[in-house]
DNA sequence: ACTAACCCTCACGTAAAGGTTAGACATGTC
DNA sequence: GACATGTCTAACCTTTACGTGAGGGTTAGT
């Protein structure tokens, strides 16, 4: 039965790419451009302790290791972390991620995978639509009870308003929106 | 940095009106129908638990005690425990909550009180509209996957299936939609 | 009086998603 | 070689919003 939380956002706003350190080693073709992990933390925007987590948790693993054990990961890193951030941004929690993930590799079978990858999806497009009309609804309330507040003081300008904390001008219409009502609701102690 | 988690939805149902219990005390006129907290968990689809939570956070007070010390409360903490609910919904946590609450009973006098509340109000609109902004995003997102997805049976239609999980048909178009791509990336170990 | 429900006050437990040391190597640069 | 950074592992810390007993009174009804 837990409730739905709308926690403040604030994009991580991917910090602008940064200097590629040991540029290119010229002359090996292929495994060129092997990050590490607080490369992939700059790219990202997460931390570098969210990424070990996130391999602890399976989501994510290193391509290598350098001869002193630094984790090295292809570019690919970078997608996945950044499919990471984005289910999580669609409410996926990440152990709910540790499920589909499992159970895309465990069905090495494509069939069953593309099915499940549409059904996750799917699902959650509902979830969102639903969530969005939630927000709507909420978005009335407030402004509702904004509206109500300058009917406040509109019909006393300015001045009655150091009495408006016990001002029945609007009980009369028993339409106190419920965020208006519940400031007052409830008084303190003796 | 704390990003965005927009978590499963599920609202409280409130648990339509029990039987009020020892009826009303008949004869005393005015301090009728006092409730105790079992009630108030009932009618709001809080836990007891969660109500006195909410008393230790300050954010609520029974108006009375029975001479057994059992918490007794007017009708107007059930306004004040569906405002906090709602808060919680627009994103508050309680602590925000707390706030809120400390600065209306400080401030007395009502003009900043006002002030305050329609502040806040307004904000949160501002936060609500933006997070609905972005859902919206995500939810194209999504949509898009899915497209992306059909488009993946509609040419190799049912049977090449089984080999899509390393089907390079999409590749040509580079326009692989992260969330399709996410799942692919940063293969399992050797 | 007896019983079934309630309620009281501690007080510790829990899950999520990292944050924060600490002590000790590794790398790249001058 | 010396420095400044960057990383490694391990392990404990943090916050939020309650959950879950334990141990023991309270109420209402019969």
Redesign the interface.
């Given at each position: 039965?837990?409730?739905?939380?709308?926690?403040?956002?604030?994009?991580?706003q991917p910090p602008l790419a940064e200097d590629r350190k040991h540029a290119d080693n010229l002359g090996l073709a292929e495994p060129a451009e092997l990050l590490q992990v607080g490369d992939l933390a700059k790219e990202t925007?997460k931390t570098v302790r969210a990424i070990h987590l996130y391999e602890e948790l399976?989501l994510?693993?290193p391509r290598a290791r350098s001869k002193g054990r630094y984790r090295l990961?292809?570019p690919?890193?970078l997608?996945?972390i950044?499919?990471?951030?984005?289910?999580?941004?669609?409410?996926f929690s990440l152990t709910d991620i540790q499920t589909v993930v499992r159970d895309?590799?465990e069905s090495?079978?494509?069939?069953s995978?593309?099915t499940k990858?549409?059904e996750v999806?799917?699902k959650?497009?509902e979830?969102?639509?639903?969530?969005?009309r939630?927000?709507?609804r909420?978005?009335h309330?407030?402004?509702a009870?904004?509206d109500y507040?300058d009917t406040?003081?509109v019909c006393e300008p300015d001045r009655i308003?150091?009495?408006?904390?016990?001002?029945d001008h609007h009980e009369c219409d028993h339409t106190v929106p419920?965020?208006?009502?519940?400031?007052r609701?409830?008084?303190?102690?003796s």
């Open positions: 039965m837990s409730r739905v939380r709308l926690p403040l956002l604030s994009v991580p925007g399976d994510l693993r990961y292809g690919d890193a997608v996945r950044r499919w990471i951030g984005k289910l999580q941004d669609m409410g895309w590799e090495g079978s494509a069939p995978a593309m990858m549409r999806y799917t959650k497009l979830e969102t639509r639903a969530l969005r939630r927000l709507q909420l978005e309330e407030l402004q009870s904004l507040l406040c003081d308003l150091s009495a408006c904390k016990a001002c419920e965020l208006v009502a519940g400031f609701a409830n008084p303190s102690p």
